[in-house]
């Protein structure tokens, strides 16, 4: 019998501001532990929060392009439980009243089907701190620089129904923050990290009991932990078990997952609205002010770069989806001049190196002007393409701009057609016995015999001469003998 | 709505806090009575009016997104129980 599953996200994004949600302190990652943990991140006796306007700005610019309702008042709430990441014993988060309403977000699949996800809302919250439970002499180590940095929570309704819509939303989601500049989308430093809810029913029938599995920061880990996760379910079910509501961790590098804890003997939150925050209230014209300056949107993007640079739809997609891929497109593409060959080179060679090294392409180690000079280089024939992947590797091991590079490594392509006629002059004048059965041979026969030919004279230039002259003047010296 | 025992114990796991014998009987009976304040409040007519997140009938003022806090990790840490690298030390964690 057939199994449906059922899937909803909680997804986190870190905002971009420069300082935390309610208090003064620095945002920034990467910081000595503790150095960026004031008084109220603390939770310091007497310290009383302030909402960082810029957070409220961003959440509603996130609202805005999924087409959903801005509350023009909301209201934070405390979530209370214990953890030693966070000072306070509550959460600051919103429930009832969330600056965001419900909303949409547009996926499309490999096979072209077009989806729509809809969004039950997306609240403003504080981050926790961060708990290292390496040994120290037996106790854990609490990290607070992350306390405080403010969040939006995007919750959808379970409207996915498996692995590739999720993760097609989740890079949706990923695209559309990194588009407006309200995130940086840096997965591996958690700015980007997603709770999925699954569930499995026979098709038609109600939702079955869900599990929710935690903190998965990056889309293959997610799309390895929905398998894995529906698996399980199907087989416990089949098997006469039932589903139990709990939340579940999944290591990403062991491809295990493990119950955390059960929903059964879960905390009871007690929300309650927060005394020390008063009601949010914004005017329609503030609201308006936002969405007249929101930035290019990922499907906007899609369209124009189809339009502007001649992409096929598919390739539009990859090079539109992530704001800091398009940047470096566009950028790469204007200084080169040549569309095609940029974009071939970003989503082939450019591509592959950022995956097998798990980098994204705002840190790639080269960047959108030293990728074009390369092909600069290629466009007017000083390298051949064998010689782009040398000089490629070379720019990817910091040894410089690409013109630096074939100079220091004498990749100059020959293209002087005075010289490669000597050399294929020299060529035929020692191959009699091919030249011979090129003579005799069937003219159909006769281009798989030019192999021979080019081989010598790329190996007589050691590899530099052009391989377009190259084959023009040798045809034309070949016809001229018979 | 009335309070058992039951809950008051729930509420203290929750809420960390240890209660003995004497002070469950004692928090239930104190609660009650607050309580019992609550069903009054509950039967007053409220038909028609707004729910509010706050009793003073003001609205928030946001404030600007600029660094404003330096570092004073080492005058928060002086009086922290337990430290070591630059980290709080808490008794072992985890879920």
Sequence with gaps: ?482 | MTIERADIEKLAELARIELNEATIAETTQSIADVLALVDQLQAADTEGVEPMAHPTDAVQRLRADEVTETNHREEFQAIAPATEAGLYLVPKVID
Aim: glycine content about 8%; aromatic content about 6%.
């Design chain 1, 1 to 482: 019998m057939e199994w449906e599953t059922v899937i909803g996200l909680e997804v986190h994004a870190q905002l971009a501001t420069k300082s935390k949600i309610f208090s003064g302190s620095s945002t920034a990652f990467g910081a000595e532990p503790n150095t960026q943990a004031s008084g109220l991140d603390l939770a310091m006796p007497g310290t009383l929060p302030v909402p960082n306007e810029q957070a409220y700005r961003y959440a509603i610019m996130f609202g805005l392009a999924i087409d959903a309702e801005i509350a023009k008042t909301s209201v934070f709430e405390r979530k209370n439980y214990f953890y030693p990441d966070l000072p306070k014993a509550y959460q600051t988060t919103q429930l009832e009243r969330p600056i965001v309403g419900a909303g949409h977000v547009d996926i499309e699949l490999a096979n072209g089907t077009k989806k729509s996800i809809r969004i039950h809302h997306a609240h403003l919250e504080e981050d926790a701190g961060k708990s290292l439970h390496e040994d120290f002499h037996g106790m854990s180590g609490i990290d607070l620089n992350r306390a405080g940095t403010p969040l939006v929570e995007i919750v959808s309704e379970p409207d996915i129904r498996n692995a590739e819509e999720a993760v097609a939303f989740a890079k949706k989601l990923h695209s559309i923050v990194t588009s407006l500049g309200i995130c940086d989308g840096e997965m591996s430093q958690g700015s980007m990290r997603f709770d999925v809810n699954i569930s499995v029913r026979r098709p038609g029938e109600a939702f079955g009991t869900r599990t929710e599995t935690k903190n998965l920061n990056s889309f293959r880990f997610m799309e390895d932990c929905i398998a894995l996760e529906v698996e399980r379910q199907i087989d416990l079910i089949e098997d006469g078990g039932k589903v139990i509501q709990e939340t579940r961790l999944y290591n990403g590098e062991t491809k295990q997952a493990r119950s955390m804890r059960s929903k059964e003997e879960a905390n009871d939150y007690r929300y309650f609205p927060c005394p020390d925050l008063l009601p949010v209230v914004l005017d329609d014209d503030y609201i308006e002010s936002i969405r007249q300056n929101l930035p290019e949107l990922p499907d906007a993007r899609h369209d124009r770069f189809m339009e502007q640079y001649g992409l096929s739809s598919y390739d539009a997609n990859i090079l539109s989806g992530d704001a800091n891929m398009a940047q470096y497109f566009e950028t790469a593409t204007k200084v080169s001049g040549d569309t095609k060959l940029t974009a071939n080179w970003i989503m082939g060679e450019l591509s592959a190196r950022l995956n097998a090294e798990d980098q994204s392409i705002k840190h790639s180690p080269v960047n959108a002007e030293q990728l074009a000079g390369m092909i600069t280089r290629l466009v007017d024939g000083t390298i051949s393409s064998k010689m782009a992947k040398q000089v490629f590797e070379a720019m990817w091991n910091g040894e410089g701009a690409a013109d630096e590079i074939i100079e220091a490594k004498g990749l100059k392509q020959v293209s002087d057609s005075g010289a490669i006629e000597a050399m294929v002059d020299e060529v035929i004048a020692n191959s009699d016995k091919q030249i011979d059965n090129y003579r005799n041979a069937d003219e159909s026969k006769r281009p798989k015999m030019l192999g021979y030919f080019v081989g010598q004279i790329m190996k007589a230039s050691k590899g530099q001469a052009n391989p377009q002259q190259v084959n023009e003047i040798l045809l034309k010296k070949l016809n001229e003998l018979i």
